[in-house]
Structure formats: C-alpha cells, structure tokens
C-alpha cells in the first residue's frame, strides 16, 4: 500500500526515544521529510543518525521544552523550513509522574496540565496555518489506553490524557472541512522506558518484584506479551498518512487486546 507520505513534511514530538522515536523512523522509511523535537538535543542528534543510517533519509532536528510556547513554536517553524510546510503533527510528550491522588498539590496538577494537555494545544494551534495552506493535514496525538480504563497509581495521566482525547474528538469535527483528519493512538502496555518505570512503581506498591507483576500484566494482555514501539508506530504512520481518508476523531487503542471494554 502506497501511504502517499513521499515527501511529506512530518513533525514528532518527544523523539529522541521510545515510541516517538520509532513513529520518525517508521516515517522516514516511507520517505517523508521529518522533523524530530525533543529537550535532549544530544540524543535527538543521535537519533536523527540513526534514522539517517537505518533509511537514507535526513532527519531535522529540533531542541523543544514542550511546555514552553516559544520552543513549540520554533519546532514547528523548523519543520515547516525543512519540508516546505507541514502536513503531519505527531504529538507526544511525556507523561506525568505516577502516584495516588493524595499526592499531588495543585502545583502538580498544573504541571502535568502543561506537560499533556496544553502543550497539545499549542503544537496544534501552531500547525493548523500551514496544514490549511496545503490544504490538507493529519494530526495524530498519541495518548495512553487510560482513555478507555483508567489505570491504578496514574491518577494525572487518567484524566489528563483524557483531555487530549477530548481535544482531539473535538478538532476531528471542526477541522474536516479543512480536509485534516486528527486521531489518537493509545499505547497499551508497549516495552518502552516509561513502562519499565511504571512496572517499578506498581511493584514496589505491590511489595513484589518487577518479574514477578510483568508476569501478572502478560496474563491480563490476550496476546501475552507486551508490544514493541515498532508495532505501535506502524499503526500511528497509517492512521497519520495520506493512504488514511475517511478515518478521522477515533482512538486506536495498540495493547494487544488487554482493554476489555466496547
């Protein structure tokens, strides 16, 4: 299948690792031209060699402290110099830290509103005039399978992503006329370093080694394992590509079966 993304100007978020990092690879062996945008510049410049190495194709990068309106805007002013525009915005960003709800002040809950919700409306905000001067765009916002089942001990990210997905149902209606279709991709129980640090937390919660409840989690995952950030990216360059016409304001959920609600 032809994806249509040959020379496609693409923007990610938070990819110099993990599932960001594997949707920019996924991109660039299809052929777009991407931008990648992380804190790290180091390792951004390190993964944009990589890329460069695994696919022949260049990689831009971006330095961007996601929750500072100023770096968002940049990111994207890079992206649009480097691709002659914009016409995919994959936006990711790290999630806030785990814990229960008596522990976290109001300065907390501010802080992961910026780090997940309007840090998401900023890159966005800044996207649209040149999807629109395309005339034609795709945004994917990557978010968390607590969209679907809140998850114990992730008390911000439940409700903040939550909101993300909101955003993101919304603008599906408001900007189809505009010929941009926005969805969300949630991550199940995807091998990353956020999930090694979220099994550490609930195991040490639980009094029982990390072995010991990654066991636990593939018995509830009907697939009985956990995926791989290639498997989720593969999904999120679909859902973000040109092949993709009709789909727009859904949640795919990649986790192997492990939500079970309708």
């Known amino acids: 299948m032809d994806l249509g ?13 993990g599932l960001g990092k594997a949707t920019a690879l996924e991109y660039a062996r299809e052929g777009a031209i991407v931008t990648i945008a992380s804190r ?47 016409d995919v915005l994959v936006y990711n960003a790290g999630g806030p830290p785990a814990g229960m709800f008596d522990q976290f002040d109001d300065a907390q809950w501010q802080k992961a509103f910026e780090l997940n919700l309007l840090s998401a409306v900023r890159m966005i905000r800044a996207s649209l005039p040149h999807m629109r001067a395309k005339g034609a765009g795709r945004i994917i916002t990557l978010t968390s399978s607590s969209i679907k089942q809140p998850i114990n001990g992730l008390i911000l990210s439940n409700t903040i992503r939550t909101g993300v997905y909101g955003l993101t149902k919304s603008l599906a209606a408001e ?10 991709v949630a991550p199940g129980r995807i091998e990353t370093d956020r999930i090694l640090e979220l099994d550490a937390f609930s195991a040490n919660r639980q ?26 990216a593969r999904a999120v360059v679909f859902l973000g590509s040109f092949a993709n016409t009709y789909i727009t304001g859904q949640a795919l959920l990649v986790d192997g079966g492990m939500v079970k609600g309708l």
């Open 175 to 184: 900007l189809a006329n505009d010929q941009i279709l926005v969805n969300t």
């Open 5 to 17: 993304l040959k020379g496609k100007s693409v923007l990610v978020s938070a990819a110099s690792k």
């Open 40 to 86: 790290n510049f180091e390792q951004l410049q390190q993964t944009a060699e990589e890329i460069k190495r695994i696919t022949g194709q260049a990689v831009t990068c971006a330095e961007m402290d996601i929750t500072r309106a100023e770096d968002v805007e940049n990111a994207v002013s890079t992206a649009v110099s480097a691709g002659g525009g914009l």
């Open 207 to 232: 009094g029982i080694s990390v072995e010991e409840l990654q066991s636990q989690s593939f018995r509830q995952i009907p697939v009985g394992r956990y995926g791989t950030p290639e498997e989720f």
